[in-house]
C-alpha cells in the first residue's frame, strides 16, 4: 500500500519505520526537515510538502502535535483528499475530530482516528494500543494497515469516541504519576526507604508497571530523552479538562494535577513527564 505519513516526531519517526518494516511503501513530511533524515535511510521516500504526500499516498497518517497542526495542514491541502483516506493518530479533543472528520468527507474523502496508547518501544516493536472511531466499514478496510502498529486495534465506536478514550487514558497518566510522585516523595521525607515502599506496593492492588519505569528517572532525577515530554501532557491534560466541562461533569481533580504539571513545566517543558516527582517534592529551606 501507498502510504503517506505526516509528522515524525518522536512517535511518528519509529512508527513511519514500523511501516517499512511490515512493507509498506511509505512517502513522509515533517515541517522540521532534519527529523525526516534517520528514515531515508529505511527507504521512506521525502516529500518537500503535504500536499506532495498527498496526491503520492492511498492512505495519509497524521501524527501531529495538536488539532490546530492538523488544521494548518489541511486547509490549503482539503480538496487533494477526494478518494483518499485520512488516520488521524495524535491525541486530539472528540470535537477536533468530528470537525476534521467532517472536512475531510465534504472533500470527498474517507477519515478514522486511531489514537494509540504506549510509547517510543512499542512503536518500534509493532505492539501499541490502536484505538479506533470510525465507520465499522472504513475500520474493516484500514485494519491491515492498522496492524503495523499492535496486533490487535479496536474499533471503539464513531468517530469521536476513540479520542475521547485516549483523553481518558491520557488523564491516567497524570494522575497516576501525580500520585505516585506525591507518595514517594512523602515516604523519603519520612525516612521511609524507597525500596521498603517499593516492596509493599509491588505486592498490592495498588501497583501499576508505570511506576517501575518512572521510580529511577525520579530518584535520579534524569528526564532527558523522553518518550513523553511533560508539555505534551499538560496538552491532554487541559483537553480532558475542556472536554469534561463541556459535558459538565467536575474537574477538580484534574484542575490539582495540571497545577503540578504546570509547576514542572517552568523546568522541564521538553524533559520527560517523569518530572513531575520535582513539582511536589519537599520544598528546601531558603539560605
Avoid: W
Avoid at 488544521?71 to 478518494?83: D, F
Avoid at 488521524?88 to 479533543?93: C, E, H, K, P
Avoid at 478514522?112 to 517510543?120: F, K, N
Avoid at 464513531?158 to 485516549?166: I, Q, R
Wanted: hydrophobic share 45%; proline share 6%; net charge negative.
Amino acid at each position: 500500500m501507498q502510504v503517506g505519513f505526516i509528522g515524525t516526531g518522536l512517535m511518528g519517526a519509529p512508527m513511519a519505520a514500523r511501516l517499512v518494516k511490515v512493507g509498506h511503501s511509505v512517502t513522509a513530511y515533517n515541517r522540521t526537515a532534519s527529523k525526516l533524515e534517520p528514515l531515508r535511510g529505511l527507504g521512506v521516500e521525502i516529500a518537500s510538502s503535504p500536499t506532495q504526500v498527498i496526491q503520492s499516498a492511498d492512505v495519509i497518517i497524521l501524527m501531529l502535535t495538536n488539532a490546530a497542526a492538523i488544521q494548518e495542514l489541511l486547509t490549503p491541502t482539503t480538496s487533494a483528499l477526494s478518494g483518499r483516506t485520512l488516520i488521524q493518530m495524535g491525541t486530539i479533543a472528540p470535537a477536533e475530530s468530528k470537525a476534521i472528520h467532517e472536512q475531510v468527507q465534504t472533500a470527498g474523502g474517507k477519515y478514522l482516528e486511531a489514537p494509540v496508547l504506549g510509547s517510543i518501544p512499542e512503536a518500534k516493536a509493532g505492539t501499541l494500543l490502536v484505538m479506533a472511531g470510525a465507520a465499522p466499514q472504513d475500520f474493516e478496510n484500514q485494519l491491515p494497515l492498522l496492524k503495523a502498529f499492535g496486533p490487535d486495534p479496536l474499533l471503539v465506536g464513531p468517530v469521536g469516541t476513540a479520542a475521547a478514550l485516549k483523553l481518558a487514558l491520557n488523564q491516567m497518566i497524570g494522575g497516576l504519576t501525580t500520585a505516585f510522585a506525591t507518595s514517594l516523595s512523602f515516604c523519603q521525607t519520612y525516612g521511609v526507604e524507597v525500596e521498603t515502599f517499593m516492596q509493599i506496593l509491588r505486592n498490592s492492588a495498588l501497583y501499576a508497571p508505570t511506576f517501575d519505569k518512572k521510580l529511577t528517572r525520579m530518584l535520579d532525577q534524569n528526564f532527558e530523552n523522553p518518550n513523553f515530554p511533560t508539555k505534551h501532557l499538560l496538552k491532554d491534560m487541559t483537553l480532558f479538562q475542556q472536554a469534561a466541562q463541556a459535558e459538565g461533569l467536575p474537574t477538580e481533580s484534574t484542575e490539582a494535577i495540571q497545577t503540578i504539571i504546570q509547576r514542572a513545566m517552568a523546568q522541564f517543558a521538553n524533559a520527560d513527564y517523569s518530572a513531575l516527582y520535582t513539582a511536589v517534592q519537599k520544598a528546601e529551606p531558603n539560605g
